[in-house]
Structures are given as structure tokens and as C-alpha cells.
């Protein structure tokens, strides 16, 4: 054997010995990185994973094609243990559900109303989720229906830009979150069917019981932007893999409606880490304020708020995002889940929350192991558009809808005509 055959034959040796190093991480991984995150735990940082041997000229596609395959494989035999293993652990009776406590304003604000109500049915929830599926398709797929980043691979996603994707491996499921459309909640349900969170060593199985501030925690949830450090070279074949093999879905609201309510969450409520961030910035920009109190209560007594002008006149000034990108509470969904390079299974929508819920639940075949919270009547409603832009300006309106069109447009909400006119 001469010394180029025992030079192919060690990388290869060693290219096969590496792949199966990763295979034991991610199944050791997906076994155990998620299900013992208890309360006050904190997490310890996985290493990144070493590159591997870069492979001759010509072998790359053969071997990321090959990975890909062995990575399917062993995803689809996997996931099937989780959805086993998880119908003896979950399958307990529901409990009742609890009611988190808010105070008055917070109600009032949010636009929480606990009680439980029917909304009226659609006589075909499957053919509306048909079309909205292929209203967004056929958007994505008309080259004359421009926006930034439509035409970018999922590939050229920045890893950072992925971090509102949350995985449950347990029952393959893949949730994109948009803050200010129930998010708290399916983070709960997420919370739930992963079992990434436990109450004294005891897996959350009501959604409400989990606490909000653990509910928002970026390290409570297996999230695509944490791939890489779990799986190194491997995390966007792997990633791939899972959207394939994942039911993905997302929900959505009437962009305009969204952004009233978070001004009003954000604003309107006594909030420092906003009021620090965002409030002192726009008072001192737009209202040309010079001296400001140093805390949000401060500011509210003093009656100093940042109008809904000054939040608008915010999103509209080019130097916003010269800074940094906008806050996830209004940045345009397309931004956030990328539904032109991510094929989701389920779009649902904040109008018809409660028969949505419902059909996805049946759909991911987790209806017997818990309910969605019962949902409440957001105040902030499409009718009370017209009050809140009243005092904007007639061109102000219009570059706004400009700005979150492209929502508007895959998403299938109607251009608010009597907005755009005088």
C-alpha cells in the first residue's frame, strides 16, 4: 500500500471518526440538552465544535449531501423516540388552568380579558388556512413583489437573525415567535410540549403555572441561533433538516394594530429598561428635550410620555436603524421569520386566535396534553386605527405603510385605504 493510499485512508478514517463524534453530541444533546433546565439553574456554555478536514475539490457536495442524509435519518428515527417517550410522561389528565395576577393598569393596557369566549367558527378552517399558505407563496414567488432580503437563501440568514425560531425535538415542532401576537403564551405551550423548564425537578404541564419572567427567558428555549455552538459545522444541515421533518408554524396580526399595541405595552406603562432605551432618545430627538428624569416613575409624574408622533416619527427616521436594528416588539415579521425562505405549515392569525389555536393543536396531535390559555379580547382593535393616526400626518402614514407593506401583503391584511388619503 503505498504512502497515497494510507493518506486517503486516514482522512478518511478521520472524517468518519469526527462525523460520528458529532452524531453522539446531538443525540446526547437532544436527549439532554434541554429537559433538566430547572428553575435557578443556570446553564454551562457548550465548547464549538473544531473544523474538520476540509475534503478535496469535488468531494464537498458528496459529503454535505451524505451528512445531510445520516443527519435525516437519524432526526427521523429519533424524533419518533421523543414523540414516544413523550406520550407516557405527558399523558396525565389537564389541569385546571390559573390566572396570572396583573394589576389594574396592566389589564387595562394589555388588553387582558381572562374569561373564556367562543369566537365565531369559520365553516372551513382548513380551506382558510389553505389560502392564507398560498397567498404568502404566491408573494414569495412573484418577482415583481420586491422587499429587502427577499431573494437571500436561508443560507445567507445571519445566525443572529434566527433567534426567534424556538425547536421542540420532542414533538418536531418549530414555533416562530412575533412579539405583541400571544408570543407569551405559545412560549408557554412551547415550554410545555419541550419540557425545557421544570418546577422543582417536576416538568411545567399547565401553561399558565410558568411564571412570565421564565417565559421570556432567551435560556428556557432551544432557539435555531444556538445551533452553532451545539453542533459547530453541522448546525444549518441540521437545521435544515428539522424544517423539513418539523411542523413549523407562526402567528400574525394587522401590522398597523401590532404596532398600537406595542406603543402601548411599552409606553404607556412604566417600563425603565424602554424608558432608558427608547423613551429618553425619542423625548430628546423629537420633542427636544434637553433634561430628562433619571427613572421612568420620575418622567410619568412629571407627565413626561413619548407620544404615539414621536413613536412614529422614531420608526420613520433613517437614523434608527443606522444605530441598531429595530426592537423585536416592532420589527416587521418578514424580518423576524423569514416566511419567504422557511416554509411554514401553519399560519395563524391574532383575529381568529381561538379556532387557530384549537386546529394547530389537533394538527401537531397535542390537544389531549394541554389547552391554549384562554384567550383575551385585545382592546387594541382594528376600528380604533383611525383615532390613534388622526393627528399623524397624511405623509407620515403612507412611508409607514411602506415601511411594514410587505406584512401587510404576505400576510393578507388589506392596505388601510382610509389611512393613505385625505
Known amino acids: 500500500m503505498d504512502t497515497m493510499t494510507k493518506s486517503r485512508f486516514f482522512r478518511l478514517w478521520l472524517v468518519l471518526g ?49 451528512i445531510e442524509e445520516i443527519l435525516e435519518k437519524l432526526l427521523s428515527a429519533h424524533a419518533k423516540q421523543n414523540i414516544l417517550l413523550g406520550r407516557k410522561v405527558e399523558q396525565p389528565s389537564l389541569l385546571a388552568s390559573s390566572k396570572p395576577v396583573l394589576s389594574n393598569m396592566e389589564e387595562s393596557v394589555r388588553g387582558y380579558d381572562w374569561s373564556s369566549h367562543d369566537a365565531q367558527q ?56 412575533v ?32 411564571p412570565r419572567e421564565y417565559v421570556h427567558n432567551s435560556s428556557t428555549h432551544l432557539t435555531f441561533n444556538k445551533f452553532w455552538r451545539r453542533y459547530g459545522k453541522f448546525s444549518r444541515h441540521l437545521m435544515k433538516v428539522k424544517l423539513k421533518k418539523y411542523t413549523k ?57 413619548v407620544s404615539f408622533a414621536n413613536f412614529i416619527q422614531y420608526l420613520l427616521d ?8 429595530f426592537n423585536e416588539h416592532w420589527r416587521q415579521v418578514h424580518r423576524l421569520c423569514h416566511p419567504c425562505q422557511i416554509d411554514y405549515d401553519f399560519v395563524g392569525k391574532l383575529e381568529t386566535l381561538d379556532q387557530d389555536a384549537t386546529q394547530l393543536l389537533r394538527l401537531l396531535k397535542v390537544d ?33 405603510y411602506k415601511l411594514y407593506e410587505a406584512d401587510f401583503v404576505l400576510f393578507g391584511y388589506p392596505k388601510p385605504e382610509n389611512l393613505l388619503r385625505d
Request: net charge positive; glycine share 4%.
Open 318 to 325: 433613517p437614523h434608527t436603524e443606522k444605530l441598531a436594528p
Open 179 to 210: 412579539p405583541k401576537v400571544a408570543c407569551t403564551n405559545w412560549k408557554r405551550v412551547m415550554i410545555v410540549l419541550s419540557q425545557s423548564l421544570s418546577d422543582q425537578g417536576t416538568p411545567y404541564r399547565d401553561p399558565l403555572d410558568i
Open 18 to 66: 469526527s462525523v460520528f463524534m458529532i452524531l453522539l453530541i446531538i443525540v446526547y444533546w437532544d436527549n439532554m440538552g434541554t429537559a433538566h433546565l430547572y428553575l435557578h439553574t443556570s446553564l454551562s456554555r457548550p465548547h464549538i465544535l473544531q473544523p474538520f478536514p476540509s475534503p478535496k475539490p469535488g468531494d464537498g457536495k458528496y459529503f454535505t449531501a451524505s
Open 122 to 177: 369559520s365553516p372551513d378552517p382548513d380551506r382558510r388556512q389553505a389560502e392564507r399558505r398560498s397567498v404568502l407563496r404566491g408573494f414569495c414567488a412573484n418577482a415583481s413583489f420586491v422587499f429587502p432580503a427577499k431573494e437571500r437563501s436561508f443560507d445567507d440568514i445571519p445566525n443572529y437573525e434566527l433567534n426567534h425560531l424556538i425547536v421542540d425535538d420532542r414533538h418536531g415542532v418549530i414555533y416562530c415567535y
Open 368 to 400: 389531549k396534553l394541554l389547552q391554549f390559555p384562554p384567550s383575551y379580547r385585545n382592546r387594541t382593535a382594528s376600528s380604533w386605527e383611525e383615532g390613534w393616526f388622526a393627528k399623524i400626518p397624511l405623509a407620515w402614514r403612507q412611508q409607514l
Open 249 to 305: 408554524f407562526l402567528f400574525v396580526r394587522d401590522p398597523f394594530v401590532r404596532l398600537i399595541s406595542a406603543f402601548r405595552s411599552k409606553f404607556e406603562l412604566e417600563n425603565e429598561e424602554f424608558y432608558q432605551k427608547f423613551a429618553v432618545p425619542m423625548l430628546k430627538r423629537y420633542s427636544n428635550h434637553t433634561s430628562l428624569p433619571k427613572s421612568v416613575s420620575e418622567a410619568f409624574s412629571a407627565g413626561l410620555r
